[in-house]
């Protein structure tokens, strides 16, 4: 049997990579063994490790590296627990191959002391441009150091190829969070109004804001303004999922908390959980905020999207999606244009850029040749377009 090590170490990366895990396990040859690590083991971020567990998933090994700080020192450090810890972990573990998804820090530890170790890497997700956060540099180191590729798009494809990486190693296969979508069974809206012990009876936005980690302390400031926007809409409802383990990430996590406390129009979560998550979207009036997941999942549900600020900038993005400055007069046109007839009818026709829902199978399928076949060479050339 060949050991398919996947490594997971936030809520959202687990919910992307669920459909990839369950077909993994229905394969004979092979033993995939679950890494948990980061804020899966955070009390503070909801010990997101036990949702993982509901779902009738083995959890290999849980692995403490993160710091109870996100100053960039902090993030430094808990980058140097986690290449040590999962160093000893593969020296044991011995994987055939290492599957990640995305371009958190957390990942590029892993993947440097899987890359020590001379073990293969398959990375979801590369090519993908977020211009306002340090994310964009991560996924292009994961990008250099890992083996086969899987892009969302066919233009993120192109860009992991001018990085150099073979033809051969890029596959186009479209996003899981879309799959997810089409394939997950999400709650009725009764079922999660009682999941969630509030009751939806008025037009709700889900708001996720994350820090812009390449703007020098901009997370307090830019989402004051956006609370104060929010403060406009009293007869709609607002469900707050809170932000990740990034710098200044607790900065808005407390403010949300302080804003939820005084305002009986509006809920916060640590952790929906990807099932919650995607019921609340199904059934809501707008996405606000600058998560992926309105750019991603979103279009799929015929819903607008406002994208705040430079976060996902330079990522494809469907027309259902309002991009707007992180200022008081952008984020409310933004809105009031989102909740216009014309608009609501233009993203119900929407199509999505990211894929047909099958993404998992064309991955596993893949895998399944490279691994069975022993296609995977550790000697990459570097591919030239010239």
Same mark, same amino acid.
Do not use: W
């Given at each position: 049997?060949?050991?398919?090590?996947?490594?997971?170490?936030?809520?959202?990366?687990?919910?992307?990579?669920?459909?990839?895990?369950?077909?993994?396990?229905?394969?004979?040859?092979?033993?995939?063994?679950?890494?948990?690590?980061?804020?899966?083991?955070?009390?503070?971020?909801?010990?997101?490790?036990?949702?993982?567990?509901?779902?009738?998933?083995?959890?290999?090994?849980?692995?403490?590296?993160?710091?109870?700080?996100?100053?960039?020192?902090?993030?430094?450090?808990?980058?140097?627990?986690?290449?040590?810890?999962?160093?000893?972990?593969?020296?044991?573990?011995?994987?055939?191959?290492?599957?990640?998804?995305?371009?958190?820090?957390?990942?590029?530890?892993?993947?440097?002391?899987?890359?020590?170790?001379?073990?293969?890497?398959?990375?979801?997700?590369?090519?993908?441009?977020?211009?306002?956060?340090?994310?964009?540099?991560?996924?292009?180191?994961?990008?250099?150091?890992?083996?086969?590729?899987?892009?969302?798009?066919?233009?993120?494809?192109?860009?992991?190829?001018?990085?150099?990486?073979?033809?051969?190693?890029?596959?186009?296969?479209? *996003?899981?969070?879309?799959? =997810?979508?089409?394939?997950?069974?999400? #709650?009725?809206? /009764?079922?999660? &109004? $009682?999941?969630? %012990?509030?009751?939806?009876?008025?037009?709700?936005?889900?708001?996720?804001?994350?820090?812009?980690?390449?703007?020098?302390?901009?997370?307090?400031?830019?989402?004051?303004?956006?609370?104060?926007?929010?403060?406009?809409?009293?007869?709609?409802?607002?469900?707050?999922?809170? *932000?990740?383990?990034?710098? =200044?990430?607790?900065?808005?996590?407390? #403010?949300?908390? /302080?804003?939820? &406390? $005084?305002?009986? %129009?509006?809920?916060?979560?640590?952790?929906?959980?990807?099932?919650?998550?995607?019921?609340?979207?199904?059934?809501?009036?707008?996405?606000?905020?600058?998560?992926?997941?309105?750019?991603?999942?979103?279009?799929?549900?015929?819903?607008?999207?406002?994208?705040?600020?430079?976060?996902?900038?330079?990522?494809?993005?469907?027309?259902?999606?309002?991009?707007?400055?992180?200022?008081? &007069?952008?984020?409310?046109?933004?809105?009031?244009?989102?909740?216009?007839?014309?608009?609501?009818?233009?993203?119900?026709?929407?199509?999505?850029?990211?894929?047909?829902?099958?993404?998992?199978?064309?991955?596993?399928?893949?895998?399944?040749?490279?691994?069975?076949?022993?296609?995977?060479?550790?000697?990459?050339?570097?591919?030239?377009?010239?």
């Amino acid at each position: 049997m060949k050991k398919i090590s996947i490594l997971t170490a936030t809520r959202a990366e687990y919910g992307l990579l669920k459909p990839v895990i369950n077909k993994l396990n229905s394969i004979p040859e092979f033993d995939v063994r679950l890494v948990v690590t980061g804020a899966h083991l955070s009390p503070e971020f909801g010990l997101t490790y036990n949702e993982i567990e509901q779902d009738g998933i083995v959890i290999d090994n849980k692995i403490e590296m993160l710091l109870s700080s996100d100053t960039p020192v902090a993030i430094s450090k808990s980058m140097g627990l986690a290449i040590i810890s999962f160093a000893d972990y593969y020296e044991k573990l011995k994987p055939d191959m290492l599957i990640v998804l995305g371009d958190r820090y957390e990942t590029l530890a892993v993947c440097i002391a899987a890359m020590n170790q001379r073990i293969p890497i398959a990375h979801l997700h590369g090519g993908e441009i977020t211009e306002g956060a340090v994310d964009e540099s991560i996924r292009h180191a994961i990008t250099k150091i890992s083996n086969l590729h899987f892009t969302s798009t066919e233009e993120y494809k192109s860009r992991v190829i001018q990085l150099g990486e073979h033809p051969d190693r890029v596959f186009c296969v479209g *996003a899981t969070g879309v799959e =997810n979508i089409f394939k997950e069974q999400l #709650l009725t809206k /009764e079922e999660l &109004e $009682v999941s969630i %012990n509030y009751k939806l009876e008025r037009p709700f936005a889900m708001v996720t804001y994350h820090p812009v980690t390449l703007e020098e302390n901009s997370a307090e400031e830019q989402f004051k303004v956006i609370l104060e926007v929010l403060s406009k809409y009293p007869k709609m409802d607002f469900i707050f999922t809170k *932000a990740n383990a990034d710098t =200044n990430g607790r900065v808005i996590n407390k #403010l949300i908390d /302080e804003y939820v &406390e $005084v305002n009986n %129009n509006a809920i916060a979560f640590t952790s929906l959980g990807m099932t919650r998550y995607l019921s609340a979207m199904k059934y809501c009036t707008l996405v606000i905020g600058n998560s992926s997941s309105g750019l991603l999942e979103a279009p799929s549900f015929g819903i607008p999207t406002i994208n705040i600020g430079d976060r996902q900038k330079g990522r494809i993005h469907a027309n259902s999606v309002i991009n707007c400055r992180p200022d008081y &007069e952008d984020i409310n046109t933004a809105i009031e244009l989102a909740l216009s007839g014309n608009f609501r009818i233009q993203a119900k026709k929407t199509i999505n850029p990211y894929g047909d829902g099958n993404t998992s199978e064309k991955i596993v399928d893949i895998v399944k040749d490279f691994l069975l076949n022993n296609r995977i060479k550790m000697k990459k050339k570097f591919y030239d377009l010239r």
